[in-house]
């Protein structure tokens, strides 16, 4: 079975500060990654995703994740942290098709200015 | 990317009464959508995974006779919340996958129930 991991419910960072939110996952088979954002009564937005090829995936909003297939972790980065930044971030993964996701707990981000 | 709407984006109603919440891909045919259900500051819980013309797959512990799912096109999919309770309270979102964007799932922005 799919499982993945936020093992931070908090991170808190000062604002210009560089950003990290950690994720970890368990899957049988090559792992789709996401990165996904969620602010107060909104529904998701997509952030970026690993698929295949280079392992550091750029995406929306400055932020980038580099998959790492030795230590199953797929941790979302940014240079410089913005107040705007402030949300919760799910990390999601599915193995292909038309799969559904599985989702983390979600990791709670708040940039301090 | 991708367009999902969901509607309504909020509702009140009374228990006992029933709920439909229609889910859309505005810009592309979603072969399959899915149906999550997010309770406060927690995560999405996967309810319900529908094709388009087919019966619903829901996960275990849903209830298919009280969330009931339809996806009779490739643009539309509808969950109606039956006989709804308290309980049923929550944040449902669901989320959209096909065409050109194989492995992504765009998501709706989420349909506030609150039951009295």
């Known amino acids: 079975a799919q499982s993945v991991a936020q093992p931070e419910d908090q991170v808190n960072v000062a604002e210009g500060n560089p950003l990290t939110v950690k994720c970890t996952y368990s899957?049988?088979?090559?792992?789709?990654l996401f990165w996904y954002v969620q602010y107060p009564n909104r529904g998701l937005q997509f952030l970026l995703k690993?698929?295949?090829?280079?392992?550091l995936v750029k995406g929306s909003y400055g932020f980038e994740a580099e998959f790492n297939k030795s230590q199953t972790s797929f941790h979302l980065k940014k240079p410089s942290a913005l107040v705007s930044d402030s949300a919760l971030y799910f990390c999601?993964?599915?193995?292909?098709?038309?799969?559904?996701?599985?989702f983390g707990k979600g990791t709670r981000l708040s940039v301090i200015a | 990317g991708a367009v999902v709407s969901q509607h309504p984006s909020w509702v009140i109603c009374k228990s006992g009464t029933s709920v439909k919440i229609e889910c859309r891909s505005l810009?592309?045919?979603?072969?399959?959508m899915f149906w999550y259900r997010q309770f406060p500051k927690q995560s999405l819980m996967l309810m319900a995974t529908?094709?388009?013309?087919?019966?619903?797959?829901?996960e275990q512990g849903v209830e298919k006779d009280k969330f009931l799912i339809n996806h009779a096109s490739l643009t539309l999919s509808t969950l109606t919340v039956t006989s709804a309770h308290p309980e049923d309270s929550s944040f449902y979102i669901c989320?959209?996958?096909?065409?050109?964007?194989?492995?992504?799932?765009?998501f709706g922005p989420g349909t506030r129930l609150t039951v009295l």
């Open positions: 989320s959209a996958s096909g065409g050109s964007q194989y492995n992504e799932q765009f």
């Open positions: 529908s094709n388009e013309g087919s019966k619903a797959t829901y």
């Open positions: 999601a993964v599915r193995v292909g098709g038309n799969t559904p996701l599985v």
């Open positions: 810009d592309f045919q979603a072969t399959t």
């Open positions: 690993y698929i295949t090829g280079d392992n």
């Open positions: 899957v049988s088979g090559n792992p789709y």
